[in-house]
Protein backbone atom coordinates (compact mmCIF):
# COMPACT_ATOMS: atom_id res chain seq x y z
CA UNK A 1 0.00 0.00 0.00
CA UNK A 2 1.42 3.07 -0.54
CA UNK A 3 2.35 5.87 2.24
CA UNK A 4 -0.23 8.42 2.95
CA UNK A 5 0.90 12.01 3.11
CA UNK A 6 -1.83 14.64 4.36
CA UNK A 7 -0.96 18.24 2.86
CA UNK A 8 -4.14 19.91 2.08
CA UNK A 9 -3.81 20.25 -1.82
CA UNK A 10 -3.83 23.48 -2.92
CA UNK A 11 -3.20 23.09 -6.74
CA UNK A 12 -6.78 21.18 -6.61
CA UNK A 13 -8.35 23.80 -4.33
CA UNK A 14 -7.95 25.92 -7.09
CA UNK A 15 -9.23 23.96 -9.73
CA UNK A 16 -11.83 22.97 -7.87
CA UNK A 17 -12.40 26.92 -7.25
CA UNK A 18 -12.36 27.87 -11.24
CA UNK A 19 -14.27 24.88 -11.84
CA UNK A 20 -16.90 25.80 -9.88
CA UNK A 21 -17.39 29.25 -10.84
CA UNK A 22 -17.20 29.03 -14.71
CA UNK A 23 -17.98 25.65 -15.42
CA UNK A 24 -21.25 24.99 -14.11
CA UNK A 25 -22.70 21.25 -14.67
CA UNK A 26 -24.69 21.06 -17.86
CA UNK A 27 -26.95 18.61 -15.03
CA UNK A 28 -30.85 20.08 -14.89
CA UNK A 29 -30.56 19.22 -11.11
CA UNK A 30 -27.96 22.22 -11.03
CA UNK A 31 -29.74 24.46 -13.85
CA UNK A 32 -30.92 26.57 -10.46
CA UNK A 33 -27.96 26.73 -8.61
CA UNK A 34 -26.18 29.98 -8.20
CA UNK A 35 -22.26 30.92 -7.74
CA UNK A 36 -21.79 32.38 -4.69
CA UNK A 37 -21.15 32.14 -1.01
CA UNK A 38 -23.65 30.07 1.12
CA UNK A 39 -22.31 31.21 4.57
CA UNK A 40 -23.28 28.04 6.09
CA UNK A 41 -22.77 28.05 9.88
CA UNK A 42 -22.50 24.68 11.16
CA UNK A 43 -22.30 20.88 9.42
CA UNK A 44 -24.24 18.66 11.93
CA UNK A 45 -24.66 16.03 8.05
CA UNK A 46 -23.97 15.16 5.04
CA UNK A 47 -25.06 13.05 2.17
CA UNK A 48 -24.40 12.77 -1.55
CA UNK A 49 -27.31 12.52 -4.29
CA UNK A 50 -26.90 12.38 -7.50
CA UNK A 51 -24.53 14.03 -9.84
CA UNK A 52 -22.09 14.27 -7.24
CA UNK A 53 -24.24 16.71 -5.53
CA UNK A 54 -23.24 17.04 -2.11
CA UNK A 55 -26.28 17.90 0.69
CA UNK A 56 -25.12 19.71 4.02
CA UNK A 57 -27.56 19.78 7.19
CA UNK A 58 -26.76 22.76 8.82
CA UNK A 59 -28.31 23.23 12.10
CA UNK A 60 -27.41 26.42 13.42
CA UNK A 61 -28.76 28.25 10.26
CA UNK A 62 -31.59 25.84 10.00
CA UNK A 63 -30.66 25.24 6.38
CA UNK A 64 -30.12 22.26 3.88
CA UNK A 65 -27.24 23.25 1.13
CA UNK A 66 -26.73 21.17 -2.27
CA UNK A 67 -23.08 22.15 -3.44
CA UNK A 68 -22.12 21.25 -6.97
CA UNK A 69 -19.05 19.43 -6.13
CA UNK A 70 -18.18 18.65 -10.00
CA UNK A 71 -16.89 15.74 -8.82
CA UNK A 72 -18.01 13.44 -11.66
CA UNK A 73 -15.21 11.09 -12.75
CA UNK A 74 -16.73 7.43 -12.03
CA UNK A 75 -14.80 4.97 -10.51
CA UNK A 76 -15.71 1.47 -9.74
CA UNK A 77 -13.46 0.41 -6.67
CA UNK A 78 -12.51 2.72 -3.60
CA UNK A 79 -8.99 1.33 -2.83
CA UNK A 80 -7.38 -0.37 0.10
CA UNK A 81 -8.04 2.81 2.72
CA UNK A 82 -6.43 1.86 6.16
CA UNK A 83 -5.23 5.45 8.10
CA UNK A 84 -4.05 5.45 11.67
CA UNK A 85 -3.87 8.42 13.57
CA UNK A 86 -6.61 9.70 11.29
CA UNK A 87 -7.91 12.71 13.49
CA UNK A 88 -4.37 14.09 13.97
CA UNK A 89 -3.56 13.78 10.48
CA UNK A 90 -6.88 15.66 9.48
CA UNK A 91 -6.02 18.01 12.32
CA UNK A 92 -2.15 18.53 10.94
CA UNK A 93 -3.37 19.37 7.42
CA UNK A 94 -5.29 22.13 9.06
CA UNK A 95 -2.29 23.63 11.19
CA UNK A 96 -3.70 22.46 14.06
CA UNK A 97 -4.29 19.47 16.29
CA UNK A 98 -6.75 16.84 17.35
CA UNK A 99 -8.18 18.13 20.15
CA UNK A 100 -9.26 21.10 18.27
CA UNK A 101 -11.34 19.70 15.74
CA UNK A 102 -14.28 16.94 15.30
CA UNK A 103 -15.39 14.81 12.72
CA UNK A 104 -19.49 15.88 12.60
CA UNK A 105 -19.69 13.02 9.75
CA UNK A 106 -18.77 11.30 6.58
CA UNK A 107 -20.13 10.66 3.07
CA UNK A 108 -18.65 8.72 0.44
CA UNK A 109 -19.56 10.10 -3.45
CA UNK A 110 -21.04 6.93 -4.93
CA UNK A 111 -19.65 8.23 -7.92
CA UNK A 112 -16.07 8.83 -7.62
CA UNK A 113 -15.94 6.24 -4.45
CA UNK A 114 -13.75 9.37 -2.91
CA UNK A 115 -14.93 9.91 0.95
CA UNK A 116 -15.59 13.51 2.14
CA UNK A 117 -15.88 15.03 6.06
CA UNK A 118 -17.15 17.36 7.52
CA UNK A 119 -14.87 19.22 10.13
CA UNK A 120 -16.05 21.83 13.26
CA UNK A 121 -12.38 23.59 14.57
CA UNK A 122 -12.29 24.57 18.42
CA UNK A 123 -14.08 28.21 16.78
CA UNK A 124 -16.99 26.55 15.43
CA UNK A 125 -15.60 27.36 11.57
CA UNK A 126 -16.76 24.31 9.65
CA UNK A 127 -14.88 22.77 6.81
CA UNK A 128 -14.91 19.76 4.35
CA UNK A 129 -12.10 17.75 3.40
CA UNK A 130 -11.94 15.07 0.85
CA UNK A 131 -9.28 12.06 0.71
CA UNK A 132 -7.98 11.44 -2.93
CA UNK A 133 -5.71 9.20 -2.92
CA UNK A 134 -2.95 10.94 -1.35
CA UNK A 135 -3.98 14.01 -0.10
CA UNK A 136 -6.94 15.79 2.24
CA UNK A 137 -8.35 18.30 -0.60
CA UNK A 138 -9.90 21.11 0.72
CA UNK A 139 -13.74 21.48 -0.97
CA UNK A 140 -14.22 25.30 -0.98
CA UNK A 141 -17.51 26.56 0.63
CA UNK A 142 -17.14 30.22 -0.73
CA UNK A 143 -17.52 31.03 -3.97
CA UNK A 144 -18.97 27.77 -4.80
CA UNK A 145 -22.01 26.58 -7.26
CA UNK A 146 -25.28 25.55 -4.78
CA UNK A 147 -28.56 25.65 -4.10
CA UNK A 148 -30.46 26.11 -0.08
CA UNK A 149 -33.63 26.17 1.59
CA UNK A 150 -34.79 26.79 4.78
CA UNK A 151 -36.33 24.49 6.69
CA UNK A 152 -39.63 25.64 8.31
CA UNK A 153 -40.16 25.80 12.34
CA UNK A 154 -36.88 24.54 13.29
CA UNK A 155 -36.39 23.92 17.61
CA UNK A 156 -35.53 27.57 18.76
CA UNK A 157 -32.09 28.72 19.38
CA UNK A 158 -32.16 28.98 22.82
CA UNK A 159 -33.92 25.39 23.70
CA UNK A 160 -32.21 23.51 25.90
CA UNK A 161 -33.17 20.32 27.94
CA UNK A 162 -33.11 18.62 30.82
CA UNK A 163 -29.78 18.15 31.17
CA UNK A 164 -29.19 22.15 30.25
CA UNK A 165 -27.94 20.78 26.90
CA UNK A 166 -28.75 23.03 23.68
CA UNK A 167 -31.15 21.04 21.51
CA UNK A 168 -30.84 23.16 18.38
CA UNK A 169 -27.93 21.01 17.35
CA UNK A 170 -30.69 18.67 16.40
CA UNK A 171 -32.65 20.95 14.44
CA UNK A 172 -31.35 18.51 11.46
CA UNK A 173 -29.94 15.40 13.14
CA UNK A 174 -29.71 13.24 9.82
CA UNK A 175 -30.37 13.65 6.21
CA UNK A 176 -30.55 11.22 3.06
CA UNK A 177 -31.80 11.77 -0.60
CA UNK A 178 -34.18 9.41 -1.96
CA UNK A 179 -36.23 9.15 -5.27
CA UNK A 180 -35.60 13.15 -5.83
CA UNK A 181 -36.22 14.32 -2.32
CA UNK A 182 -34.14 15.27 0.73
CA UNK A 183 -35.28 13.27 3.11
CA UNK A 184 -34.39 15.34 6.89
CA UNK A 185 -35.48 14.04 10.31
CA UNK A 186 -34.89 16.67 13.77
CA UNK A 187 -36.82 18.63 16.06
CA UNK A 188 -39.39 21.43 15.51
CA UNK A 189 -40.90 24.09 17.42
CA UNK A 190 -44.27 22.69 17.51
CA UNK A 191 -45.94 20.86 20.92
CA UNK A 192 -44.91 17.57 18.57
CA UNK A 193 -41.08 17.94 18.18
CA UNK A 194 -40.58 15.18 16.84
CA UNK A 195 -40.12 15.91 12.74
CA UNK A 196 -39.74 14.96 9.45
CA UNK A 197 -39.40 16.43 6.93
CA UNK A 198 -39.87 15.67 2.83
CA UNK A 199 -38.09 18.56 0.34
CA UNK A 200 -38.27 17.87 -3.16
CA UNK A 201 -34.94 18.40 -5.31
CA UNK A 202 -34.38 21.12 -7.55
CA UNK A 203 -35.26 22.67 -4.44
CA UNK A 204 -38.90 24.83 -4.22
CA UNK A 205 -40.59 26.08 -2.14
CA UNK A 206 -42.58 23.87 -0.72
CA UNK A 207 -41.86 20.91 2.35
CA UNK A 208 -43.77 18.46 3.64
CA UNK A 209 -43.25 18.03 7.01
CA UNK A 210 -45.02 15.52 9.38
CA UNK A 211 -44.41 15.06 13.18
CA UNK A 212 -43.67 11.43 14.48
CA UNK A 213 -44.28 9.34 17.77
CA UNK A 214 -43.22 6.21 19.12
CA UNK A 215 -43.15 3.61 21.70
CA UNK A 216 -40.11 3.85 23.69
CA UNK A 217 -39.97 0.52 25.27
CA UNK A 218 -36.76 1.06 27.65
CA UNK A 219 -38.83 4.29 28.75
CA UNK A 220 -42.29 2.47 28.89
CA UNK A 221 -43.89 6.08 27.20
CA UNK A 222 -45.11 7.36 23.62
CA UNK A 223 -42.75 9.86 23.01
CA UNK A 224 -42.72 12.75 20.70
CA UNK A 225 -40.10 15.28 21.17
CA UNK A 226 -36.73 13.05 20.83
CA UNK A 227 -35.35 13.02 17.65
CA UNK A 228 -34.66 10.57 15.28
CA UNK A 229 -30.97 10.64 15.14
CA UNK A 230 -30.23 8.55 12.19
CA UNK A 231 -32.16 6.59 9.50
CA UNK A 232 -32.83 5.02 6.43
CA UNK A 233 -34.94 4.09 3.76
CA UNK A 234 -35.97 0.21 3.14
CA UNK A 235 -38.13 -1.32 0.61
CA UNK A 236 -40.38 -4.41 2.75
CA UNK A 237 -42.58 -6.27 0.33
CA UNK A 238 -42.79 -3.25 -2.21
CA UNK A 239 -43.13 -0.33 0.31
CA UNK A 240 -40.76 2.04 1.35
CA UNK A 241 -40.20 2.75 5.22
CA UNK A 242 -38.68 4.83 7.00
CA UNK A 243 -36.30 2.97 9.33
CA UNK A 244 -35.67 5.46 12.45
CA UNK A 245 -33.45 4.92 15.56
CA UNK A 246 -33.71 7.01 18.47
CA UNK A 247 -31.35 6.69 21.64
CA UNK A 248 -31.99 4.33 24.12
CA UNK A 249 -32.41 2.59 21.41
CA UNK A 250 -36.00 2.04 19.84
CA UNK A 251 -36.09 1.07 16.06
CA UNK A 252 -39.03 2.21 14.38
CA UNK A 253 -40.52 1.80 11.16
CA UNK A 254 -42.92 4.61 9.15
CA UNK A 255 -44.18 4.09 5.66
CA UNK A 256 -43.07 6.62 3.65
CA UNK A 257 -46.08 7.65 1.59
CA UNK A 258 -48.16 8.06 5.15
CA UNK A 259 -45.62 10.97 6.25
CA UNK A 260 -47.54 13.97 4.88
CA UNK A 261 -47.99 17.68 5.38
CA UNK A 262 -49.45 18.02 8.95
CA UNK A 263 -49.87 14.59 10.03
CA UNK A 264 -48.90 13.40 13.16
CA UNK A 265 -48.12 9.42 12.55
CA UNK A 266 -47.16 7.02 14.99
CA UNK A 267 -44.66 4.64 14.19
CA UNK A 268 -44.09 0.48 14.58
CA UNK A 269 -41.79 -0.06 16.91
CA UNK A 270 -40.06 -3.72 16.36
CA UNK A 271 -36.96 -4.07 18.33
CA UNK A 272 -36.00 -2.43 21.84
CA UNK A 273 -31.90 -2.16 21.15
CA UNK A 274 -30.92 -1.73 25.06
CA UNK A 275 -30.96 1.43 26.77
CA UNK A 276 -28.02 3.58 27.94
CA UNK A 277 -27.20 3.85 24.10
CA UNK A 278 -26.99 6.60 21.16
CA UNK A 279 -27.39 5.02 17.50
CA UNK A 280 -24.84 7.00 15.36
CA UNK A 281 -24.91 5.81 12.28
CA UNK A 282 -27.03 3.51 9.38
CA UNK A 283 -26.39 1.64 6.36
CA UNK A 284 -27.29 -0.67 3.87
CA UNK A 285 -25.49 -2.68 1.74
CA UNK A 286 -25.81 -6.01 -0.38
CA UNK A 287 -23.95 -9.61 0.64
CA UNK A 288 -24.46 -12.58 -1.59
CA UNK A 289 -27.65 -11.62 -3.05
CA UNK A 290 -29.58 -10.43 0.29
CA UNK A 291 -29.99 -6.89 1.64
CA UNK A 292 -28.68 -5.99 5.64
CA UNK A 293 -28.43 -2.65 7.49
CA UNK A 294 -25.96 -1.78 10.46
CA UNK A 295 -25.93 0.46 12.78
CA UNK A 296 -23.00 1.66 14.95
CA UNK A 297 -23.79 3.21 18.33
CA UNK A 298 -21.90 5.04 21.15
CA UNK A 299 -22.19 2.63 23.78
CA UNK A 300 -22.25 -1.20 22.14
CA UNK A 301 -20.71 -2.16 18.74
CA UNK A 302 -22.04 -2.46 15.51
CA UNK A 303 -25.24 -4.26 15.25
CA UNK A 304 -26.59 -5.97 11.86
CA UNK A 305 -29.91 -6.64 10.60
CA UNK A 306 -31.26 -8.89 7.72
CA UNK A 307 -33.97 -7.15 6.02
CA UNK A 308 -35.71 -10.53 5.91
CA UNK A 309 -35.97 -10.22 9.60
CA UNK A 310 -37.65 -7.16 10.04
CA UNK A 311 -40.20 -7.84 6.91
CA UNK A 312 -40.94 -11.30 9.21
CA UNK A 313 -41.90 -9.21 12.01
CA UNK A 314 -45.23 -7.90 11.71
CA UNK A 315 -45.53 -6.91 15.73
CA UNK A 316 -45.59 -3.64 17.26
CA UNK A 317 -43.56 -3.50 20.65
CA UNK A 318 -46.06 -2.13 23.19
CA UNK A 319 -45.16 -3.13 26.78
CA UNK A 320 -41.88 -1.81 28.44
CA UNK A 321 -38.73 -3.06 28.88
CA UNK A 322 -38.13 -2.76 32.49
CA UNK A 323 -34.47 -4.54 32.63
CA UNK A 324 -31.67 -2.45 31.66
CA UNK A 325 -29.87 -2.90 28.71
CA UNK A 326 -31.83 -6.03 27.95
CA UNK A 327 -32.87 -6.09 23.73
CA UNK A 328 -36.35 -7.43 22.61
CA UNK A 329 -37.58 -7.25 18.70
CA UNK A 330 -36.36 -7.88 15.43
CA UNK A 331 -32.87 -9.86 16.11
CA UNK A 332 -29.88 -8.96 14.83
CA UNK A 333 -25.84 -9.64 15.06
CA UNK A 334 -23.43 -8.09 17.12
CA UNK A 335 -20.11 -7.64 15.00
CA UNK A 336 -16.65 -7.49 16.84
CA UNK A 337 -16.32 -3.28 15.83
CA UNK A 338 -17.03 -1.03 18.94
CA UNK A 339 -16.92 2.55 18.82
CA UNK A 340 -17.10 3.24 15.09
CA UNK A 341 -18.35 6.36 14.63
CA UNK A 342 -19.10 6.96 11.16
CA UNK A 343 -19.91 4.46 8.54
CA UNK A 344 -20.70 4.54 4.63
CA UNK A 345 -20.58 2.15 1.14
CA UNK A 346 -17.34 2.50 -0.14
CA UNK A 347 -17.96 0.69 -3.18
CA UNK A 348 -19.49 -2.73 -4.12
CA UNK A 349 -17.98 -5.02 -1.93
CA UNK A 350 -16.65 -2.58 0.95
CA UNK A 351 -17.68 -0.25 3.51
CA UNK A 352 -15.51 2.18 5.30
CA UNK A 353 -15.65 3.33 8.54
CA UNK A 354 -14.02 5.39 11.77
CA UNK A 355 -13.92 3.91 14.51
CA UNK A 356 -12.03 5.01 17.89
CA UNK A 357 -9.72 1.92 18.74
CA UNK A 358 -9.21 0.84 22.61
CA UNK A 359 -6.24 2.24 22.74
CA UNK A 360 -7.75 5.43 21.55
CA UNK A 361 -6.62 5.96 18.01
CA UNK A 362 -8.74 7.31 15.36
CA UNK A 363 -9.17 4.70 12.43
CA UNK A 364 -10.42 4.98 9.00
CA UNK A 365 -10.82 1.96 7.42
CA UNK A 366 -12.61 -0.04 4.32
CA UNK A 367 -13.40 -3.46 4.94
CA UNK A 368 -15.28 -6.07 2.62
CA UNK A 369 -18.49 -6.61 3.13
CA UNK A 370 -17.27 -10.55 3.47
CA UNK A 371 -16.55 -9.76 6.95
CA UNK A 372 -19.51 -7.64 7.82
Known sequence: MKKITFGVCICALAVVIISATIDKSTSKLTESFTVGNPEIGSINSLSFGPDGILFIGDSKKATIYALDTQDNVKKEKGGDIRIEGFDAKIAASL??????????????????????????????TPI??????????????????????????????????????????????????HKGKVLVSGLSNKEFASTFRSIPFPFED????ASLEIWHAAHGAYETHAPIKTFDVINLEGTDYLMASYTCTPLVLFPLDELKEGVHKKGRTVAELGAGNSPLDMITYEKEGKQYFLMSNNNRPVM??????????????????????????????NLPFPHVLQMDVLDEGNILYVQRTSTGDVLLRSRSTKWM
Open 95 to 124: GTTAENIKITDMAVNPISKLPYFSISTADG
Open 128 to 177: ILRLNGENFENVPLREVSYSEITIENPIDKDVKDRWDRPQRVWAISDLKY
Open 304 to 333: RFDYSDIADFKETLTEPVEEFAVATGVPYD
Open 206 to 209: HQTT
